[in-house]
């Protein structure tokens, strides 16, 4: 009897330390939730806003957005934005990372005519944010140019540099006494190859191999000069953080022996833009690649600008932190000399010489470039560590969409598996210091429109109030927030149950309560472990 006595206590005891050997996020990691205000906002012409070249797109080439919806209302934050906060507040989380539309606040993007009913609504919502002890991060752009500046060239025109200054002067000027944390740009990308190579984003235009660089070269121009201006007259007296935030997947070569077509996709998709911050100057291999092929091509000079010694001083050091966007892998080997890929050229494509494709057997998504494989999250992060001598990262935007519904199982299921990749990152070392989940909310997804959904919260687009419901993923993603550890068996009831286009009816559409205790569905989960095996113990010890 003794025997089995004590082989039922370390049964019991062997329970209770599996709910606490859990990994634990490490202290100070902060957790956050994401938006962007083209996407959410709405009231696009309201109260003195000026046009962005996202809504010159949508009016006047709606068939390029894939349901011909545009962002003129989309979540109508701009009327909702203490809804915004209430749902911020109920996930528990530390941090909202929203943008501001630049020409919301300087209608034609200079900085002659300020609106100051655009610079309230910022106010009232980071003072929202403050009352409740949410921190404001804050993006000065996200992809939405003012038309005005557009019609000058945007990005590719040298004199955006000294307008985007000025606008980032009257952001830290009107906001910066309460917003700590600051990012540039987000997501050079969508900004220069995306729009200019593909007609893929605004301003919807398809120039290959040139306005890419020209674009990239402003952008990060403009970057450095927003953050001299912060450092040398602002962070002095507000204390606050600067940085910029790029985005790429991990580019897995298909083979060991093409580690070469990995090594060189990553120099496109991070290098590029991260070394003149970290190390000096574009990398090494795209100037000579660049440089060479334009030769080639009947170019006087290299299609790659050049920076001078003061610019490269300015950019050198230039962010506090290294903001990283990610949501999927490629993989990839190398073009042959023939041209076998059929690039165009010239062309960003053809100056990477790379082939990337995605695999079937990954798990597929609601957008149709995104396949889910965690392992790449670890990736990106160790290689980040190694390249750049590991400075601190925040994971700025991660998540997975999907085509509606409020029971988004593979929702939860990706974010608890790309923490886990995060938490390993971190277990070898890498400097992550928090982590902000794409997105609060379903708004209007760029080119798809609002076919496709990312949201913690589902919202109802066919009601006039646009109601917001917590999805299972938001309850899920809440109680790590609380415990601060990974439940792998946690799959929450959604606030509403919504089925999704292609989901079958499988129960009565009911509210469920949220979960607003400390502890969430953890506890929960171990208390009842704990009751089985005790039960368990009491049966063997009256045999």
């Known amino acids: 009897m003794m025997r089995v006595t004590l082989s039922c206590a370390l049964i019991f005891l062997s329970v209770v330390s599996f709910g606490h050997a859990q990994r634990k996020f490490p202290e100070g990691f902060k957790f956050g939730v994401g938006t962007s205000a083209y996407q959410i906002e709405g009231g696009w012409n309201e109260d003195g806003k000026g046009e962005s070249i996202w809504d010159h797109l949508v009016h006047n080439y709606p068939e390029k957005i894939t349901d011909r919806t545009n962002g003129d209302v989309a979540c109508d934050s701009y009327h909702n934005w203490r809804r915004d906060v209430e749902m911020i507040r109920e996930l528990g989380v530390d941090i909202y990372r929203f943008s501001l539309a630049w020409s919301r606040i300087l209608p ?73 944390v600051w990012t540039t740009f987000n997501e050079p990308p ?65 083979s060991e022996e093409e ?104 798990p597929s998504a609601g957008s149709s470039w995104l396949k889910v494989y965690p392992r790449g999250m670890y990736n990106v992060l160790s290689w980040i560590r190694r390249e750049y001598n590991n400075p601190p990262v925040w994971v700025t935007e991660n998540g997975v969409s999907d085509l509606g519904g409020t029971r988004d199982v593979a929702r939860v299921q990706y974010y608890k598996d ?45 009601d006039p109030g646009l109601t917001r419901y917590a999805k299972s993923s938001a309850k899920a993603f809440g109680n790590i927030v609380r415990n601060r550890w990974i439940d792998p068996d946690d799959m929450p009831e959604p606030e509403l149950y919504i089925p999704g286009p292609d989901e079958p009816i499988t129960t009565t559409t009911v509210r469920a309560d949220t979960t607003t205790e400390d502890d969430g569905g953890a506890t929960g989960l171990l208390l009842s472990k704990m009751l089985i095996i005790a039960a368990f113990m009491f049966s063997v010890l009256n045999m």
């Open 108 to 180: 034609t993007g200079i900085s002659n005519e300020v609106n100051q009913k655009g610079i309230d609504y910022y106010n009232n919502l980071i003072d929202e944010l403050l009352k409740y002890n949410i921190t404001p991060m804050v993006t000065l752009f996200h992809w939405d140019t003012p038309q005005r500046l557009q019609e000058m060239g945007g990005f590719t025109n040298r004199l955006i540099v000294g307008h985007f200054r000025e606008y980032a002067r009257i952001a830290f000027e009107q906001f910066g006494d309460r917003v700590k």
């Open 259 to 362: 580690r070469e077509a990995s090594d060189i996709t990553m120099q496109y998709l991070f290098g590029i833009y991260m070394h003149p911050i970290y190390i000096g100057n574009y990398p090494q291999i795209i100037i000579d690649r660049i440089g060479n092929l334009s030769m080639q091509q009947g170019f006087k000079k290299s299609r790659l600008p050049t920076f001078t010694p003061e610019e490269l001083t300015k950019l050198k050091g230039s962010s506090d932190f290294f903001g990283y966007n990610g949501y999927t892998t490629n993989l990839v080997y190398m073009n042959d000399a023939a041209n076998t890929a059929n690039f165009r050229v010239p062309s960003f494509d053809h100056d990477r010489n790379t082939v990337d494709f995605q695999d079937d057997r990954w």
């Open 418 to 462: 790309y923490l886990n990749a995060i938490l390993d990152a971190i277990d070898d070392g890498c400097d992550v210091r928090g982590y902000v989940a794409w997105s609060l909310m379903d708004n209007f997804e760029w080119r798809a429109g609002l076919s496709e959904r990312f949201g913690l919260y589902y919202v109802n687009y066919s």
């Open 190 to 254: 969508q900004t220069c190859r995306l729009p200019y190579e593909y007609d893929a984003m605004a301003p919807g235009l398809n120039f290959p191999g040139i306005y890419t660089y020209l674009c990239t070269h402003h952008l990060l121009l403009s970057h450095a000069e927003a953050v001299d201006l912060y450092r040398n007259q602002f962070q002095p007296t507000q204390g606050g953080q600067i940085g910029i935030t790029v985005d790429g997947s991990w580019a897995e070569p298909v």
